[in-house]
């Protein structure tokens, strides 16, 4: 058998210490070899989208020192490394300013929403201005080199009889290419990610780690194995969350005051709480997770106080990740107005709880909180799509009117049955992996090393980076 391990992507962490302790497994475990592909050139990636020459060589030069550890060992015969490289002066064609990015595709693969998720990865903008000049280019950039790094996997798998690709997150311009390579030859293809705090790892098979299908498939399963202590499990799960700890992901809460509701809270009426997610980090993942009631969550957030009765009151309690989201966006959200409408911004203290314990019924885009509610046994309706959409716990709207009735009756909280499978999937997903070591937090290890630029490599990184910034903030719409 022939792996196929693609990593471009030297300084990013814990891409690497994840990608090269999956090679080690391999070599150990089995007699198969291992051909290791790594970029060898300026392409526009989601580090270096802006193609600083300086910027690249020190993610190459961190790739090489741990692909050198791995070639000083005895099993190294195994394991061939092959460089793509990539042109910096090749001449990208100007996007159709009157074309949606996601309607752009090549070779019958996703390129468009490859770039879009990519831009804004590093931007936090979802809605790039096409038509602008600086974005054009940029975007234009991007797309060509998904189309160079097809071409390039596609020319290497008619030469080599590859079982099984290795990648990680598979969501970017660089790496989806590869996937969906993989997926049209059909050969196994593994999404790698980290499953979160800690050094767990998570595997996607031949689909995106977003895959709505395959991780209610994953959820089900891991049910079925926990099923005897699925409730403790899920109840340390949510009140883990709830008292403000970091769990599956980071703890969004704790710069909010305990028991703070928004001045203008009347308890008198009926309190209808829109609790929004981060709209950019689903924006571009597939058509999966399209086709909502509503174009976006500010229409949504919108029409739902057009259709609530004068009894009731909406509070909008925008996702505090937004704080990190484009100037743009934001701007944008602190625009609606609407005479039954309250927001709460991301940077407000008010608390994301104490508005969950207090309302009568929670509105949700596919957040956390939206099965956190069910848990805690709060009427929950899903106008989004996400994991636990069709599991029973929530209610879904198939249109408008369904939302409009849906909000004019008196909602029972439904059985908690699919907020105890999602806490035992958050509480139990991913495994551990030899060689792999650390956190988020501390910094991942690599067979016990950590992998860090020094000082003089440090200054030029974190200038680039800076120098990026300020390029994509000015220049770009």
């Given at each position: 058998m022939k792996h196929v391990i693609y990593n471009p992507h030297g300084s990013n962490s814990p891409e690497c210490e994840i990608l090269y302790s999956e090679l080690l497994r391999i070599l150990e475990s089995s007699t198969d070899s291992v051909d290791v592909i790594v970029c060898n050139g300026?392409?526009?990636?989601p580090i270096n989208p802006i193609q600083l020459e300086s910027l690249c060589n020190l993610c190459k030069k961190r790739n090489?020192?741990?692909l050198n550890r791995?070639?000083?060992d005895e099993i190294c015969s195994r394991v061939k490394i092959i460089e793509f490289n990539y042109d910096k002066e090749k001449t990208h064609r100007e996007i159709d300013k009157d074309k949606s990015l996601k309607s752009i595709s090549y070779k019958d693969s996703d390129s468009g929403y490859a770039v879009l998720s990519t831009y804004t990865t590093i931007s936090?903008?979802?809605e790039p201005l096409v038509s602008h000049q600086a974005t054009n280019k940029l975007l234009s950039s991007m797309l060509t080199h998904y189309e160079d790094v097809y071409m390039q996997f596609e020319s290497?798998?008619?030469n080599n009889d590859v079982t099984k690709i290795h990648i990680f997150n598979g969501r970017l311009n660089d790496t989806r290419a590869v996937l969906r390579l993989g997926q049209l030859n059909r050969i196994d293809t593994v999404c790698h990610e980290s499953a979160g705090f800690g050094s767990k790892v998570i595997c996607y098979e031949n689909c995106l780690p977003h895959d709505i299908k395959h991780n209610q498939e994953k959820i089900e399963r891991s049910y079925a194995i926990h099923i005897a202590n699925s409730k403790e499990i899920a109840e340390s799960f949510y009140s883990k969350k709830r008292n403000g700890q970091s769990v599956s992901d980071k703890a969004y809460t704790n710069n909010q005051?305990?028991?703070l509701l928004p001045e203008d809270w009347n308890s008198k009426i009926k309190n209808i709480v829109f609790f929004t997610s981060s709209e950019d980090e689903f924006v571009a993942i597939g058509k999966e997770w399209e086709g909502a009631i509503f174009s976006s969550q500010i229409d949504a957030a919108l029409s739902i106080a057009d259709m609530i009765a004068h009894d009731s009151h909406l509070y909008v309690r925008v996702h505090p990740n937004v704080k990190d989201?484009?100037?743009?966006?934001?701007?944008q959200l602190r625009a609606l107005e609407h005479g039954n409408l309250t927001m709460i911004y991301e940077d407000s203290r008010v608390s994301t709880y104490e508005l969950l314990s207090s309302c009568d019924v929670v509105v949700s885009n596919g957040s956390t909180i939206g099965i956190e509610a069910v848990y805690w046994g709060k009427p929950s309706i899903l106008i989004g799509n996400c994991f636990y959409k069709g599991l029973g716990g929530t209610y879904e709207p198939k249109d408008k009117v369904g939302l409009s009735k849906m909000l004019s009756e008196k909602l029972n909280p439904r059985d908690r049955l699919a907020a105890i499978k999602m806490g035992v999937y958050w509480s139990t997903y991913g495994h551990n992996i030899e060689y792999l070591s650390g956190s988020r937090e501390k910094g991942y290890l690599f067979q016990g090393i950590a992998y860090r630029r020094n000082l003089i490599e440090n200054l030029q990184y974190y200038s680039n980076k800076i120098w990026q910034k300020i390029v994509m903030k000015y220049t770009l719409k």
């Open positions: 300026v392409g526009s990636c090489k020192s741990f791995i070639v000083n936090r903008d979802f290497y798998l008619k005051a305990k028991g989201a484009s100037k743009k966006y934001r701007k």
